[in-house]
Every structure is written in structure tokens, then in C-alpha cells.
């Protein structure tokens, strides 16, 4: 096709956008540009051998071009479908991350919530033995017992240490030997608020006494026998326990003396 020196709007605008870009508007008229003419040229005799060529090929495949446009848009239509097929499997990719995520969170709060159960069980069962080895009032020792020691692993196994104010675990000596449940009961065996947690320690106590500053007889004894009531239900706190522990020695101190 012979390119034109000049032409009008309507014209124009019926050419392709490479065509455009040759022609420069002036005066609501459109010129070519001498300059780009040979390279518009070569561009579009290009583009017509790629047009013949492939108009060649479909002749020779019985296609015309009407069947060729309905295959260009069948296959844009399947890469559609498989781009969308992408992304639903992209979606179901990103859920099931998300549910193996969640399920792997799930067992290691159920390993947790075992182990935790397990160690519980296991310092129960030592504290349980300890008591009954030495003596001891299990209800009174046994909530004075639990921050004294915490349970540990090592080699695959659990063992229980003994703590100290610092909450670490407590040695007997420079050369670093631990502190054991054994050597606790004897310690509080000796003691004479714990004494008479014991039976036979023949210990009976300072007379201190008990957190709550009750100092005459019936406010002792009031207090001493709601502490033991809740002590056989083992609900007893920790200042609790050090309160009735006195509270019993004052009250065994007073029976001594009358």
C-alpha cells in the first residue's frame, strides 16, 4: 500500500498505531514524515510476509482465516480457564499450608499439655513417697512440698530437683551434689515449725506465731480449724500451709505446757 504524503483525520484514524507514528498532525491535517517513511516501509513489508507466510500455511491446512480467528479464540479462552485453574490451586495450596500449620500447633500443644500432665504425675508420685517414708502428714507437706521441687529431664528420663529461695536447684556442697527430696524431709523433720508434721520428731515447736497475728486462744483455734478443713480438701496455698504449720505448732506448744 502506497503511502500518502497527506491525509485527513477520518483517514488516519483508520490507521494502525504503527502507521500513526509515522505522520505528525498539523492544521487538522496529518503529515508524513520524509524522514520515517523507509522505515515505516520496511516495517510494514515485514509484516505483510508474516501475514502471507501465515495465510500460505493455513491454505495449506484448509484453514481459512475465519476458522483461524476462532482457534486464536478457543485457545485464549483455554489459557483463561487453566490461568484460573492456577490460581484455584494456588488457593487450595495456601489452605492446606495453613491447616498443616495449624494441625502441627495443635499436637505440639497436645505433646505439651501430656508432658506437662506427665511431670505433674511424676513429681505427685516422689512427694507422695517421700511423705510416707519419713512420716509425714501428707495433707499438711504436701502443698508445702509443691514450690520446693520441680521435675526434669535428662537421658530420656525424669528426675526431681529440689529448689531453693532462688528457685534453682539446691547442692549439698562445693563439689556441686544435689540436694534431694530424702534430705528435704530430713531438714523439715529437724525444723521445729514443720516438726509436727511428722510422727514421732518429738518436736514441739517455738510457739511462733502465725501470719494472721491471731494471739488468743479461741481466734487460734477458729483459725487453725478452718485451715485444716481446707487442707483435707488440699486447698491450701503455699502461706496458707507455713499459717497452719504454725498454727499447729502454737497450739501442740500450749497443750505441752497445760
Not at 484453514?63 to 476462532?70: F, L, R, S, T, V
Not at 486464536?72 to 480457564?81: I, S, V
Not at 526431681?160 to 540436694?179: H, I, N, Q, W
Not at 525444723?191 to 486462744?217: H, R, V
Request: aromatic share 6%; hydrophobic share 35%.
Amino acid at each position: 500500500m502506497k503511502l500518502k504524503n497527506v491525509v485527513d483525520a477520518e483517514e488516519y484514524e483508520g490507521y494502525s498505531e504503527e502507521r500513526k507514528s509515522f505522520y505528525k498532525e498539523k492544521n487538522g491535517k496529518y503529515y508524513l514524515q520524509a524522514e520515517d517513511a523507509v522505515e515505516l516501509k520496511n516495517a510494514l513489508d515485514k509484516e505483510r510476509e508474516k501475514s502471507d507466510s501465515l495465510t500460505a500455511k493455513l491454505k495449506e491446512a484448509g484453514i481459512n482465516n475465519e476458522d483461524y480467528q476462532k482457534l486464536k479464540e478457543a485457545a485464549r479462552q483455554r489459557e483463561a480457564e487453566d490461568a484460573k485453574k492456577r490460581g484455584d490451586w494456588e488457593a487450595l495450596e495456601t489452605q492446606l499450608v495453613q491447616k498443616h500449620k495449624e494441625d502441627v500447633k495443635a499436637l505440639k500443644d497436645e505433646i505439651k499439655s501430656i508432658k506437662s500432665a506427665h511431670e505433674a504425675s511424676f513429681v505427685n508420685a516422689q512427694v507422695a513417697t517421700a511423705i510416707s517414708s519419713a512420716k509425714g502428714n501428707s495433707k499438711l507437706l504436701t502443698p508445702i512440698l509443691a514450690n520446693k521441687v520441680k521435675a526434669f529431664e535428662k537421658d530420656g528420663e525424669l528426675h526431681l530437683a529440689v529448689l531453693g529461695e532462688d528457685g534453682k536447684p539446691r547442692l549439698k556442697d562445693g563439689a556441686g551434689t544435689p540436694f534431694t527430696l530424702n534430705d528435704l524431709m530430713t531438714e523439715l523433720k529437724a525444723d521445729q515449725d514443720y516438726g509436727n508434721c511428722f510422727e514421732g520428731s518429738g518436736a514441739t515447736g517455738g510457739g511462733t506465731l502465725p501470719p494472721s497475728g491471731i494471739t488468743n486462744a479461741s481466734g487460734v483455734n477458729a483459725r487453725y480449724a478452718e485451715l485444716k478443713a481446707k487442707a483435707a480438701q488440699s486447698q491450701l496455698t503455699q502461706a496458707e500451709g507455713y499459717e497452719f504449720v504454725g498454727l499447729s505448732s502454737q497450739i501442740h506448744a500450749q497443750s505441752a505446757k497445760g
